[in-house]
Structures are given as structure tokens and as C-alpha cells.
């Protein structure tokens, strides 16, 4: 008896030791950030906790992501380029397909070495049919929604309500619940405190992994009120407002989840990603304020705006914190990083993998090149239906070299950040992506932003208004605001409504241009991109052979025919809709 005794306590202690070296995982989606929304660059909103994990961390400086939700999430979950998972657009929530499922996910892969998994938040990957959701793609528990957006306080999304409690793995049908309890309560807080709790409830004998999908800054824009009065004498632009305090309900949450790793002892062997899915929605239909400044495009674009994503890294035993990692890194390279992390080296994928780790140059603040190129993917909403969506805009990035084949798709202007703040005075009207070229010019001079050429124009009386050309960072003063028409300028008056744009020609087909930009010399794509194509034909002659290969193994989802969309299912308890798989 004590023999067998001392033989179990010698077994427990060898799975005990072979988890104490792994460190704790927290992977943080933020939803639809603009590169200028954080703390560490906007200096506008207030984000104490991210600017920690960057201060603490490293800030990638040079990483991509696709342009829009689902796409970014497969390459999260995979390591694989969207265009190989067939998830290359957004997952409508009557959609009968989602992530395959020969695809492993990193909650695959750290479950079998040991980790306890849990999913909290969006998901947004496919739920048609229950094989296709958190608990049966890895994930020990889930709680949040399956499809991609909804109000933050009903969780109403397309007439039926999505807000679920998966509470073990497989969790299906006669298992998952929905979470009418939390009907009413802002997902936010929900999503924090629904990680707080597994934080809390966690056993320690096996690490941790938790994966915190936030809907936050996704539209709506919806947040307490007590947080948009947080800007009310630092924010005079209502929406921009309204988004800064939708951030910092974000962020504060991440703070409580920062104390509950800390008092429950799993902080100090922490690795933490904090990543965004892709760029923020500017001039599109979702935009609620985000800005990408100084960067063309957003959300839907493959503009730098649009797929030059905000992510920061942080690791025990990192060699420099507070620095910038400037290698080219994607979001398909944090399944091979965190498995390095968690000491998962030597493995076999079924699929090839895309993705590349760069754990050991993230801990060391640098070091070689980990790609050769990455796939920046195509511009999404720009296809008819049922349309190839690699032939309206697909782009890859080569060193200093960025290769868009048919355009970057919408939104393609600049937008600056609604930064005025209520206390300035003698403000001028502005627009942005408006430049006008009629009137007089008064007078020219080189300036850093708009508010160098309205505090000039204020102080002359003849000025009317002026253009300020983004490209040029130069002010030509007007003493009439005329002739406007869109492009890379901001263009203010002194008096009256801020200048618009005359009608534009009508939208023709989608461009069949090769564009080309040095993201050295010009990174945020000022120089006409068909100009430098010209100027560099052996460039785009590479770039167009690189990218035919590329596409020889794209793939694009489809619906499943044997599984139609029958309408949303009634619960039986409430009568009331709900979002379920169907198949």
C-alpha cells in the first residue's frame, strides 16, 4: 500500500512539474480598433491597462491582420491564411458554413499538452451546426455569442437573441443554454466578469489558457452613460466620444482580469496577447468613431488602415519591455508562437501551416526575418454575390514592397482623428478627404497637421479657408473655398459649413490595377500606388508571379446545400427567439 502510494504521489509529481513551467495564456480580441485608438498612440482616450501590457511588452509595429472579423479569427484559431481555412469574409449569421472542421485550432493544441481552455466572448466562426462551435473546437467552457454583432444590453441580433452558457466540453444541444439571465447587462462587464470567474474557479495543477473575445468597439455604439461623461470636457466630437468610453469599459474590464490573474497567483508566469481583428470602420456603415490615422482606408480595405493591425505582446522573461518589434509578423502567427510559448515545438499538422513563431525573437526584442511575405488577403464588400472574392482586390506584402492586384477597396481616404477638444478656441470647419483647389492662394507653408493652417488662416483676414494636402503636409491658404473634390487633403473654412466635395464621377467597375507602394519610403500610401507600379516593373513583374502562385490554393466557403436555413428556433421555456445551430 505504500509502495503503491509513493508510486501515485511520484506520478502527480511529474504532471505537476511538467505544467509548472507553462506559462498561463490570455489572448485578448478587441473588436474593429483603429491603429490611433489605444492610450499609447491616441493620447485621447484613456487606456491604463493596454498601455501597461505595452509598457510591460513589446509593440508590433509591422503586424497584419485580415480586414475584416471572421477572416482574422480563422487565422487566430488555425495559423493558416484565411484563403486556406475558406473563411474569407465575414460569416453571416444564416450562413450554413463556418471554420471546417479538419481544421485544428490553438485550443486544440494546447488541450493536449495540458491546458485548461476556455472561450469567452465572440466567436463568429460558423455555428450551422454544433461541431462548429467554442466547446467542440477545443474550449472547455464558452460564454458569449456565436454570430458577429448584436445589441450590447439585449444581445438581439437578427430577430432571435444570442447570448449563451457552454459549460463543458461538447457542449450541444440539451446542454448549451442561452443566457437569459444576462439580458440587460452591457457584454462588456459580462465578458470581464464571465473571465474573472474562470480565473477565479481555475485549478492550478494545469495552466491556464483563455481566450477573451470582446465585442467592444464593434457597432453598435452603445455604452453606460457613465463612461461617454468620462470625455465630456476633453472630446467635443459626440461619436468619437461615445466610442472612447465604449474603450475604456474595455479596458477597465481587462484591468479587473489583470487583478484576478494576479490575486489568483497565475500573473507572474503570463504570457498576454492583446490583438485587434482588423482595422476600424471609418467612412462604412459600421463606423462608430474608430480612427486609423495616419493610415489610408479601414475595415473592409485592404489599405494599410484596414489590415495594419494594433497588437501588443507581453511574456515573462522578455529581454526589453516598452520596445517596438519591427519584423513583419500576421495573425496567423500566433498559433506557432503561443505553442512555442507553452513549450509545444515538435508537432505534425494535419494542414500545412502558414504562420511562423516568433516567440524566442519577441522575448529577445528582435531578431531574423520569420517571412518571407505574408498574404494581406482580399478587400471584402467590394464582390457581387456568389462572386470571387480574390478578383476584387487581393494584396501581399514583400519586405518594403506591398502588391495590390484590382485596387484596396472601401473606405480609401484618410480620415484624422476628431482629437479637437471642447476647451480650443477659433476653430475652423473641417473635412477630411476634401481638397480644393479653387480661389486665390494667399499664401503656402509646410505644417505638421489642419491646426497649423486654421490658427493661420484665423489670424488673416482675407483667409476664407484653406486645404492642407496630407501627402505634401502643407497648408495653401484661400480667400475662397471652392472647386472641392475628394482626395488625400483635409479642407477647412473659417466661417460657415466645413467644405464639400462636388459630385464625383459615377462608381465604374472594380479597378483592374496593379498597384504597388514602398511601405519604407511611403508608409502610408500617399504616393499613387499605379505611378510607382510603373516606375518599378520588375517589382510588380515579381509580385504578380508571387501572388499567381499564392492564389493556386485559395479557397472560398460555401454554403452547405443539405443544410438550408429554416428559420430561428423558439425556446421552449420563454417563447422567445434564439440563435441555435440548425444542422
Known sequence: GVNMASKYMLVLASIVLAHADKPNILMVVIDDLGF????????????????????????????????????????????????????????????????????????????????????????????????????????????????????YFTHMTSGAYDFRRDISPNCGKNCSQPAFDLDGTYSTIAFSDAAVQVIQQHDKSSPLFLYLAYQAVHAPAEVPQSYVDAYNSTIMDHR????????????????????????????????????????????TGDGVGA?????????????????????????????????????????????????????????????????????????????????????????????????????????????????????????????????????????CNESTSVCCPGGNNLDDFNATSSADCCAACQKNEKCAGYTYNLGEKKCWMKDKVEKCVSGACIAGAKNGDAPKPGPGPAPGPVSNLTLLFNLTTDPHEHVDGVTTAAANEDVVSQMNSLLDTVLETYTQATNDPACPFPGWETDPKTGRKIMSPWC
Open 240 to 283: 468619437r466620444r461615445v466610442f472612447a468610453g465604449m474603450l475604456s469599459c474595455m479596458d477597465e474590464g481587462l484591468g479587473n482580469v489583470t487583478a484576478a490573474l494576479q490575486a489568483a497567483g497565475l500573473f507572474d508566469n503570463l504570457v498576454t496577447v492583446f490583438t485587434t481583428d482588423n482595422g476600424g470602420p471609418t467612412t
Open 291 to 427: 480612427s486609423n490615422w495616419p493610415f489610408k482606408g479601414g475595415k473592409h480595405s485592404i489599405w494599410e488602415g484596414g489590415v495594419h493591425g494594433t497588437a501588443v505582446f507581453r511574456a515573462t522573461g522578455m529581454q526589453q519591455r516598452g520596445a517596438h518589434y519591427g519584423n513583419l509578423m500576421h495573425g496567423v502567427d500566433w498559433l506557432p508562437t503561443l505553442c512555442e510559448a507553452a513549450g509545444i515545438t515538435n508537432w505534425s499538422s494535419p494542414l500545412p501551416l502558414d504562420g511562423r513563431s516568433h516567440y524566442k525573437n519577441l522575448l529577445a526584442g528582435s531578431g531574423p526575418q520569420m517571412h518571407p511575405y505574408v498574404v494581406l488577403g482580399n478587400s471584402t464588400d467590394a464582390c457581387k454575390d456568389n462572386a470571387n472574392e480574390s478578383s476584387c482586390g487581393f494584396g501581399i506584402r514583400v519586405g518594403e514592397w506591398k502588391f495590390l492586384r484590382h485596387g484596396g477597396g472601401i473606405p480609401d481616404t484618410w480620415i484624422p482623428p476628431a482629437n479637437m477638444t471642447c476647451g480650443d478656441s477659433g476653430a
Open 36 to 151: 490611433d485608438d489605444v492610450g499609447f498612440r491616441s493620447h485621447q482616450i484613456k487606456t491604463p491597462t493596454v498601455d501597461q501590457i505595452a509598457k510591460d511588452g513589446i509593440i508590433l509595429d509591422s503586424y497584419y491582420v485580415q480586414d475584416v472579423c471572421s477572416p482574422s479569427r480563422s487565422t487566430f484559431m488555425t495559423g493558416r491564411y484565411a484563403m486556406h481555412t475558406s473563411i474569407v469574409d465575414w460569416i453571416p449569421p444564416q450562413s450554413a458554413y463556418g471554420l471546417p472542421l479538419n481544421e485544428v485550432t490553438l485550443a486544440d493544441k494546447l488541450k493536449a499538452n495540458g491546458y485548461d481552455t476556455h472561450a469567452v466572448g465572440k466567436w463568429h466562426l460558423g455555428f450551422y451546426k454544433w461541431e462548429m462551435t467554442p466547446t467542440f473546437r477545443g474550449f472547455n467552457s464558452f460564454l458569449g455569442f456565436y454570430s458577429g454583432g448584436e445589441d
